[in-house]
């Protein structure tokens, strides 16, 4: 099954008055459509991607400021793991 079906499978099998409201998916779902449906849908997502040549350059260029902890569910800093927030793409 491909992942933007899966979604929507997800999402069709939720009771009504519920809805998807933030999706965290591995590199598979680092696929256009999968963006475009989310942005459309206006649901929240983070999708693990793998570090490409065109990445890395953008990474090199922030300065350690742009760079964020992470936080467990508890609000708990995550030692040694930062994160930065790319602009999503307008379509």
């Known amino acids: 099954m491909q992942s933007l079906e899966f979604i929507h499978q997800c999402k069709n099998a939720l ?11 591995d590199a598979a779902g680092h696929q256009t459509t999968i963006i475009k449906y989310c942005d459309q849908q206006r649901i929240k997502y983070t999708i693990r991607a793998k570090v490409t040549k065109a990445v890395r350059v953008q990474l090199d260029q922030l300065e350690d400021s742009q760079w964020s902890s992470l936080e467990k569910p508890n609000g ?16």
């Open 15 to 25: 009771p009504q008055g519920f809805s998807v409201g933030a999706l965290l998916i």
């Open 76 to 91: 708990e800093v995550c030692e040694h793991q930062q994160t930065y927030r790319m602009l999503p793409l307008h379509w």
